[in-house]
């Protein structure tokens, strides 16, 4: 008989809906609507969790990147050296500074390669802007002597690894700003879109303050083109009663993790954790020749897995025609890989029923 294996399920139970409710209403009664005390303070506890002096709360993981971007004066005629495989929104917020983004290979982890990143460098280059993509920590050893090297700044796009560390140290940690979505899909989400920057410098929390409302200081001078990119105060409110919770979500994304590794070993690639790597698993990737059959095979099982993402950056239709570098390991992978359901509110027997389908599928059982 067929169970449903939901990919994600953002339904809260009545106690969440109770709690969030009365998060919201504590807003609405104190009525700061905008940019309200709980922004400040989501700001300060964010900053704390990553080790950074400064945070500041934005309107959403998109947001965050170019408004990132632009604080440190990244625009036209700047490159900006990315991966090839991530969310579309890395891209864009390059694009939409004017500057342009360059894309890398990745490597088997589906991580940025620092040597194709090397291979690169021109004299536009600016910036480098790893993505922590499925919650690993890009190699940012490597990347920092690459952007010592060559006086680049680095960026993270830490959207999807809220928590995660290499070597003890937290993404968020290691770049000149690093960048956080919040949105409801990330592991530490609100009920909607949110972002947030992360720095050490002070003068990038003032540009990023002004910036991410409308480019206005003192509410009088406008010091630069911008957008109206603030965070909402109910997110910020939602984020703060949630974030105590995040490292037992961050424990349950490894525990399943654990329990997919030792299920599919033999059968499938999976996820490596190399030695100092501590992976959230905002994404599940395993890799097989046999990708679309399978995913027919587990949708026709009840069970939802994801392609994350078909269409590498550089090959989708707004980039193509300008992108002059290859990127050969990421046109392999993009065939390969497919995300199971790995949310925190799968139980161990819906693991067990999605490894035993894929078993199935291969034959194996
Ligand atoms: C989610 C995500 C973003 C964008 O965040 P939004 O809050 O949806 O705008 C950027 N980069 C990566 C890698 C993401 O996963």
């Known amino acids: 008989m067929n169970k449903k294996v939901p990919f994600l399920d953002l339904r809260l139970n009545t106690s969440e809906r109770k709690e969030l409710l009365s998060v919201i209403d504590a807003v609405l009664a104190h009525g700061r609507i905008v940019l309200g005390p ?7 506890q964010i900053a704390d969790y990553c080790g950074r002096k400064f945070a500041v709360g934005v309107g959403s993981g998109t947001d965050a990147i170019f408004l990132g971007l632009k604080s440190l004066g990244i625009g036209p005629g700047d490159e900006v050296i990315t991966t090839s495989l991530s969310w579309i929104a890395t891209a864009n917020a390059i694009a939409l500074t004017g500057a342009t983004p360059v894309f890398a290979d990745i490597c088997d982890d589906l991580n940025i390669d620092p040597e194709s990143v090397r291979t690169l460098v021109g004299p536009r280059t600016k910036a480098i802007l790893p993505v922590h993509f499925t919650g ?23 959207a999807q ?78 984020l703060l009663h949630r974030l105590p919770q995040v490292e037992e979500i961050i424990a349950k994304r490894r525990e399943i993790a654990g329990w997919y590794d030792e299920r599919l070993a033999g059968l499938v690639e999976l996820p490596v954790q190399q030695e100092g790597e501590r992976d959230i698993h905002f994404s599940y990737q395993i890799r097989t020749d046999r990708r679309d059959a399978l995913m027919a095979f587990l949708s026709e099982k009840g069970i ?32 390969r890989i ?12 819906d693991i067990d029923y999605v490894s035993d389908s894929i078993k199935t599928f291969f034959g194996a059982q």
């Open 338 to 349: 497919l995300c199971l359901p790995n949310n925190e509110k799968l139980s161990l027997e």
């Open 304 to 335: 939802e897995t994801q392609i994350q993402h078909p269409v590498l950056m550089p090959q989708q239709a707004a980039y193509k025609a300008g992108v002059r570098s290859t990127f050969p390991n990421a046109e392999k992978m993009v065939k």
């Open 38 to 44: 709980e922004v400040q303070e989501l700001e300060k």
């Open 136 to 158: 690993k920590v890009c190699k940012m050893p490597d990347l920092i002597k690459l952007a010592d090297e060559y006086k680049l700044l680095l960026i993270e796009d830490a």
């Open 161 to 238: 690894a809220f928590g995660a560390t290499l070597h003890g140290r937290r993404a968020g940690s290691f770049g000149e700003i690093a960048c956080f979505s919040m949105n409801q899909m990330k592991i530490f989400g609100s009920c909607g879109d949110a972002g947030v920057v992360v720095t050490d410098r002070e003068d990038i929390q003032r540009k990023l303050i002004a910036l991410r409302h409308n480019g206005m200081v003192d509410r009088t001078e406008c010091i630069e083109v911008s957008l109206n990119g603030r965070i909402d105060t109910i997110h910020a409110a939602i």
